[in-house]
């Protein structure tokens, strides 16, 4: 069975340091994986996919994300964090088994000015 | 371009109380999900539809029952209310995998629901 840890439920960084959020998957099978964002009071929305076309996936609003096999590992990154970036943020896996995603318990980021 | 709309919003119930939650797509989308969320417990998917006539339990579909009424709508209802289920419950639906490979969830906005 699929699942996904998210270490840290919050994380903090100032305005223009790096974001970096974990994320560590168990999948049997090539997995496909996500990263989902949730702005306050509103529904998910995507930020970026892998779909084994390429380990280094980038995303929407700057953010990337970096499939690392050997470490069962997709981290999500931005180099320089603002403002706007204050959410929560999911991370998902599914396997190509045409199975239902299955979602982290999610990281939120505050963004200290 | 409606995407995936809830209703409603908000609901308050009493407990026993029934309800059901409304869901529906326009995006021609073949598979149909019901999440609920809850603090640090991410989302946990309660039912979904692969197909029109379709339906199966996910990982929390204790007290919930659906319907998936046409290929545009796929309800939620709870029969008899409890505080446990007090949570923010979300609709999505997928693109055909078969087009693009991978599953990519729309999500509607979200219902909050509490149970006295």
């Known amino acids: 069975a699929q699942s996904v840890t998210q270490l840290g439920s919050h994380v903090s960084v100032s305005e223009g340091a790096l974001v970096l959020l974990r994320c560590n998957y168990s999948?049997?099978?090539?997995?496909?994986l996500f990263w989902y964002v949730q702005y306050p009071n509103q529904g998910l929305q995507l930020l970026l996919k892998?779909?084994?076309?390429?380990?280094l996936v980038k995303g929407i609003n700057g953010f990337e994300a970096e499939f690392k096999k050997s470490e069962t590992s997709f981290h999500l990154t931005k180099p320089s964090a603002h403002m706007s970036d204050a959410a929560e943020y999911f991370c998902?896996?599914?396997?190509?088994?045409?199975?239902?995603?299955?979602f982290g318990k999610g990281t939120r980021l505050s963004v200290i000015a | 371009n409606a995407g995936v709309t809830q209703t409603p919003k908000f609901q308050v119930l009493k407990t026993g109380q029934s309800m059901t939650l409304q869901c529906a797509q326009d995006?021609?989308?073949?598979?149909m999900y019901w999440y609920r969320q809850d603090p640090g417990m991410g989302l946990r998917l309660i039912y979904y539809?692969?197909?029109?006539?379709?339906?199966d339990k996910g990982e929390v579909p204790n007290g919930y029952n659906v319907s998936r009424l046409n290929k545009r709508e796929f309800s939620l209802r709870l029969e008899s209310a409890a505080p446990s289920q007090t949570s923010v419950y979300f609709c999505?639906?997928?693109?055909?995998?078969?087009?693009?490979?991978?599953?990519?969830?729309?999500f509607g906005a979200g219902s909050r629901l509490t149970v006295l």
């Open positions: 998902a896996v599914s396997d190509a088994r045409n199975t239902p995603l299955v």
């Open positions: 999948s049997s099978v090539p997995p496909y």
């Open positions: 892998y779909t084994s076309a390429a380990t």
């Open positions: 995006m021609n989308h073949n598979s």
């Open positions: 539809s692969a197909s029109e006539g379709t339906t």
């Open positions: 999505a639906s997928l693109e055909d995998r078969t087009l693009s490979g991978a599953n990519v969830l729309t």
